[in-house]
């Protein structure tokens, strides 16, 4: 028995012999590397009916209509929607009885000769399950990571044939799919942080367990919900935008204090704000490192915590960043906005503790340069004595380190690091870096 995963080629070559596929391909932005592959392996005359470029801005404007983002979900879906009704009217006359038309699409900003834009695109499949049936989708937003534009292509043309692949292949195992999208890829190279299915085929699909399912699936870093519950392309709400964020496992549901400190913590960014073009946003952000990769572990564990956090005005994340500093690198890649980090006196402790930084070169010292870059900023919320001690005794934490106060609330003012931490501790909270709330 063999259990290995056929790569691109056996993909693209098992689609071009299946003779009940037949439709269209159109890409903008990042070559023609989806098609490219089909016509690599041999027999696409059989799958490609056309293939198409609308790379220059008017001739796509006249193709599929005016937008003000070529690189976006509505862009791709009227790419999708113009291309599978062209193949519909010309074809299903002639040859629909027997034929499952397909429309394929990307629109992709890979990266510019200067290097300066963010590397992104949307792709997605209209098709037939069945011939004559109603269409289905699946769309994608994904994140590039290659260092040359050349690399990008390539990630893009390999996720492609993945998609397509899985469109017919591994539709019906929905909770697997995710885990196919990635194939002869890696995480390192593109993830995906947004998908959407809709048609006959994914009815009752819920889609905030589709979008945690790419996480669980190891194809993404994060998930966007706004504050309905609804996911969300991070890029459609991060970028250009002031940020607070509430990092946190927020495992005491019904707590009020979470909310209270957000709204401190959105005042004072709203406050750095006042030139930004944008109001500033309020994202809980939960790391969930540990559950998605326990299988037993139900999804509904973490969508009952996030049903606790949502609320009008508040966005939450579930990501898998183990380390507060990476994620000011994940949101710096949208926005050089304002960015405030929400933090109780206990998490900056923790946050402190050079233990968790050993395979950082510069250890601590590394991760707060990391963390706190331009323009970030930490907002330390006290907590009352016992507590303090309480929650850091429960989480293993060791306060030799610390003088703790006699006071019966800790603050940022009255708690001192014992050793050299103290003149790092100092710097940080003298140069406004870390904000008493």
């Known amino acids: 028995m063999n259990d290995q995963k056929p790569d691109t080629h056996h993909k693209a070559l098992t689609l071009n012999l299946d003779t009940s596929l037949y439709g269209t391909i159109a890409e903008i932005g990042a070559g023609q590397e989806v098609a490219r592959w089909f016509f690599e392996v041999g027999a696409a005359s059989g799958t490609v009916a056309k293939i198409v470029s609308a790379y220059d801005m008017k001739v796509s404007d006249d193709m599929y209509g005016r937008t ?12 999708l929607e113009h291309e599978y009704d062209l193949v519909m009217k010309s074809l299903s006359a002639a040859r629909g009885a027997d034929t499952r038309f397909v429309a394929v699409a990307d629109t992709v900003s890979a990266r510019n000769f200067a290097g300066t834009n963010i590397c992104h695109g949307w792709l997605g499949i209209r098709f037939q399950a069945e011939p004559e049936a109603e269409p289905n989708q699946i769309v994608l937003h994904v994140n590039l990571h290659d260092g040359t534009n050349l690399q990008q292509q390539l990630a893009v043309g390999r996720l492609g044939v993945n998609l397509v692949y899985g469109a017919f292949h591994a539709r019906d195992d929905l909770a697997g799919l995710p885990a196919t999208l990635l194939d002869d890829l890696s995480l390192d190279r593109v993830d995906i ?29 994060s998930v966007l919900l706004l504050p309905d519950g609804t996911p969300v392309a991070p890029i459609d709400i991060l970028y250009k935008r002031p940020l607070a964020i509430e990092r946190g496992a927020f495992a005491r549901s019904g707590e009020t204090i979470y909310t209270e400190m957000m709204h401190q913590t959105l005042a004072v960014c709203q406050e750095a704000s006042v030139k930004s073009r944008r109001e500033p946003v309020g994202i809980f952000e939960m790391t969930v490192n540990s559950l998605v990769s326990e299988e037993d572990t139900p999804d509904e564990v973490v969508l009952s915590r996030l049903d606790a956090l949502l609320g009008p005005g508040h966005m939450a994340m579930i990501s898998t960043f183990p380390e507060n500093y990476r994620l000011t690198r994940f949101f710096r890649r949208y926005s050089t906005e304002p960015l405030f980090f929400a933090l109780g006196i206990t998490s900056l402790v923790r946050t402190l503790d050079a233990g968790f930084y050993d395979e950082l070169p510069g250890g601590l010292v590394e991760a707060m340069g990391r963390m706190i870059a331009d323009n970030v900023r930490i907002a330390v919320f006290p907590m009352a004595r016992e507590q303090f001690t309480s929650q850091l005794s429960v989480a293993g934490q060791d306060l030799m380190h610390w003088r703790v106060p006699e006071d019966d609330c800790v603050t940022i003012d009255n708690l001192l690091p014992r050793g050299s931490l103290k003149h790092l501790y100092l710097f940080l909270r003298e140069s406004g870096a870390f904000l008493g709330m």
Do not use: C, Q, T, W
């Open 193 to 221: 942080d947004y998908i959407e299915v809709d048609g006959p085929e994914f009815e009752g699909a819920d889609p905030r367990l589709l979008n945690l399912g790419l996480l669980r699936a190891g194809v993404s870093h």
């Open 68 to 79: 003000s983002r070529y690189v976006s979900e509505s862009r791709l879906k009227s790419m």
